[in-house]
């Protein structure tokens, strides 16, 4: 069976280099990636989005919805591995072996943990509010931000960060992250536009419609932030307390 | 206003009904079932007001997301064939949230007996909504990439779904994971090289640039072409690759495998028919590649597997999937004939088998709450205990045989047609022998049903056989009949299927 795998692996690399033979060259400008649609978006995205980051404005906006359904990807992950791993509390304590657990106690840990934890938040709002102009946006900013939380539980304990968040609070926000961005698309239908087409929401901003786009890809970005931290969060706590979302490492 | 809108409220009520389950019904489980049949009637409904719009001006619906025009944004595409398969995906949602009532809290809280899980029916209907949503996604895109995702969201969803049944359930699902994961990356490579080749992901844009000489004769194409097909033939297990699929489907929930046991596979046909027709062509799948005499001998097979397997099956659900199969050999064959009747036979198909897989698997489950067992013994004197879903079993039953005038009949009318003008000889038999096959299967089942077992009853002294009646509940009983009945107008009503909605869609270059 082994081998017979290893034959199909390699004559599926042997197929994928074959194919590789009438590809462009690499890093070809006049390849038709970089002349077909790629020369609209370079040209185009400033004046149409008024976002200097082209990377930003093709993903939040030219190709929103893929991005949309993103961001809805990360919540269904989250919703199923919560799911499949949630377990009620043990009943009887006493017949376990108790959870590995940390006491929690090493004061230049939490020192430490406290002092960075801050700056991380700090710094994922930066990436998120400055998606617009450098390398960045919701994603990363979420990530980075969710991972504060979750160094904050390491230094200290699951149940500290637990008791500060519930599951249910983690779960609110989390599903909010992926409402706001579904519910800026929607609004855009009442106010008249297609779904998710920014510029329509000039009428509430009182701004120009190259501007509205503008201010709308920085709310969805917010609310994929939003999404990405608190199911990070979930992640580590379901996994961390092995489906009892009580205590853990 | 709403009339041009309706395309993407198709997809945006399931996922905005997904989110309110997940935030607002956390307190009440029975207020999740209320808000999930609410969604889903609205999002039929919106389905049916694209079908009568298709219908009405006799064109495709083209939605530009975020305003921006086809190339550079994203396109939403209805036409004939996928407002028809939108109408049925919304459908059997719809049958399938009613018919959840009773069997989601029966079963889908609890591990065991006694350990009862918090929030699990919330995030089951959250799934349940998120699932239709990418599923109603992938039908109505016109974007390779977005198709990606889209399956994507739908396969998260389903791992979710069918993973929370009993036994091994769990790992059962870990190898679908592995195996839709691998489909969707297999997927995924395609479409890249697709994009290296073209600069485009948009279906209308691509099949434009596909068609140049340069492309046609290019073997990244081909390339790119066999990859995207291997990919989706993991996801709809097309022989030989379907080996997650019996156990996956099997230890499921009942409600999650009569949702996803007509919609998976379906759907994935559906996205291997229009990426032949709409993003390739007619003419490069069968004249410049011709692999139909590679791919309809293995639809053969994969009938013919499938329905030996399903012979061979002691548990009645187990035996459904390996019919599921089968009836997945029934439509690449017919996808890949290279004639209109094929591709008639393997479109309406979609439809038929979609809807007589949800009446046999909607039977089974009420069986199974009712008896608590899912072996051919559980079917004894069914018709006596439980008269209206052992009938609706039996016509299920018929129409997967294909006796008139229920839908299976026409389906495979067509696909015979196809077979014998395209001269695929081992085909029309894998067709015609796996008819027989569904024969034998469904009168044993029948005789089981029909007959109480005469052995106890000589034991007991019981010559009536005083069974009490225990027919399902009427949250069950009601989708199940009027699936039962769609099948008979969906037989009946073919003509106008066929020539309404399935021949405007027939791709060029197809006889």
Request: with cysteine.
């Amino acid at each position: 069976m082994k081998i017979i795998a290893l034959l199909v692996s390699v004559a599926l690399g042997v197929i994928l280099l074959v194919a590789t033979n009438d590809l462009p060259e690499w890093g070809d400008p006049q390849s038709p990636a970089s002349t077909h649609l790629s020369r609209y978006y370079i040209e185009n995205s400033m004046e149409q989005t008024s976002v200097p980051n082209f990377v930003t404005a093709v993903l939040a906006d030219y190709r929103g919805y893929d991005t949309m359904f993103e961001t809805a990807v990360i919540f269904c992950a989250g919703i199923t591995v919560l799911t499949i791993l949630r377990r009620s509390h043990r009943r009887k304590k006493k017949d376990v072996q108790p959870r590995p657990c940390r006491e929690g106690q090493d004061i230049i840990l939490k020192s430490a943990a406290r002092l960075i934890a801050p700056m991380m938040q700090l710094f994922a709002l930066y990436v998120l509010a400055h998606g617009h102009h450098s390398p960045g946006g919701g994603f990363q900013g979420g990530v980075i931000s969710g991972a504060s939380f979750i160094l904050l539980s390491i230094a200290y304990d699951l149940e500290m960060l637990l008791s500060r968040l519930k599951e249910r609070t983690i779960m609110f926000f989390s599903g909010l992250g992926v409402l706001i961005y579904a519910g800026i698309g929607a609004i855009c239908l009442l106010l008249g536009g297609n779904f998710l087409n920014y510029s329509s929401w000039s009428k509430i901003l009182q701004v120009s419609e190259v501007e509205a786009r503008s201010h709308g890809m920085l709310g969805i970005e917010i609310g994929v932030f939003i999404t990405v931290t608190f199911i990070m969060i979930s992640l580590y706590a379901d996994l961390a307390s092995g489906g009892e979302m009580d205590e853990g490492l | 206003m709403i009339q041009s809108q309706l395309p993407i409220l198709i997809i945006a009520i399931p996922l905005l009904m997904a989110l309110a389950i997940s935030l607002f019904g956390r307190k009440s489980d029975i207020l999740c079932f209320y808000l999930l049949v609410l969604g889903m009637a609205a999002t039929f409904a919106a389905a049916l007001g694209t079908l009568s719009q298709v219908l009405s001006t006799g064109e495709s619906i083209h939605y530009y997301l975020g305003g921006w025009s086809a190339p550079h944004g994203i396109e939403l595409v209805i036409d004939h064939l996928s407002s028809m398969v939108l109408c049925m995906i919304s459908g059997v949602a719809l049958l399938v949230g009613v018919y959840s009532k009773r069997t989601v809290p029966a079963e889908v809280p609890f591990r065991t007996e006694h350990e009862k899980i918090p929030q699990r029916v919330p995030n089951y209907y959250t799934l349940y909504s998120l699932l239709i949503a990418g599923l109603l996604a992938i039908t109505a895109t016109g974007d390779a990439f977005n198709l990606y995702v889209s399956l994507e969201i739908a396969a998260l969803a389903s791992y979710g779904l069918l993973a929370l049944g009993q036994g091994r359930a769990y790992f059962a699902t870990f190898k679908y994971l592995i195996m839709g994961t691998i489909g969707a990356s297999f997927y995924l490579l395609g479409v890249g090289y697709l994009y290296i080749k073209t600069g485009s992901l948009n279906m209308g844009d691509l099949q434009g640039i596909l068609a140049q000489a340069a492309m046609q004769h290019s073997t990244s194409i081909t390339i790119a072409f066999a990859m995207i097909m291997v990919g989706i033939w993991v996801k709809m297990a097309f022989f030989p690759l379907h080996g997650w699929l019996p156990n996956a489907y099997t230890l499921a929930p009942n409600t999650s495998s009569c949702l996803i046991a007509p919609l998976m596979t379906k759907v994935s046909v559906y996205m291997m028919i229009r990426l032949m027709f709409s993003v390739f062509s007619a003419n490069y799948v069968f004249v410049t590649l011709g692999w139909q005499n590679l791919v309809v001998p293995m639809a053969a097979v994969a009938i013919i597997f499938g329905s030996i397997s399903a012979l061979g099956q002691k548990n009645l659900k187990r035996m459904l999937t390996y019919i599921i199969i089968a009836e997945v050999g029934y439509m690449v064959g017919g996808a890949w004939l290279g004639n209109a009747n094929g591709y008639i036979g393997a479109v309406y198909h979609i439809l038929a088998d979609g809807m007589m897989t949800l009446c046999v698997f909607m039977a089974l489950g009420a069986i199974i709450y009712k008896t608590g067992d899912s072996s051919l013994e559980s079917m004894r004197g069914i018709f006596r205990k439980m008269p209206i879903t052992a009938a609706i079993f039996v016509l299920g039953g018929f129409a997967m045989i294909g006796i008139p005038p229920t839908c299976g009949f026409f389906s495979k009318w067509y696909l015979v047609t196809g077979a014998y003008e395209a001269g695929q000889w081992f085909f029309l038999g894998a067709l015609l022998f796996s008819s027989l096959i569904n024969a034998i299967i469904f009168f044993r089942i029948i005789e089981t049903g029909f007959f109480p077992d005469f052995n106890r009853e000589k034991e007991s002294g019981h010559h009536e056989g005083k069974v009490a009646m225990a027919e399902a509940p009427l949250s069950m009983l009601l989708p199940m009949v009027i699936t039962a009945l769609s099948l008979l107008l969906i037989g009946l009503y073919s003509k106008d299927i066929i020539n309404g909605l399935i021949r405007p869609s027939i791709p060029p270059g197809l006889l």
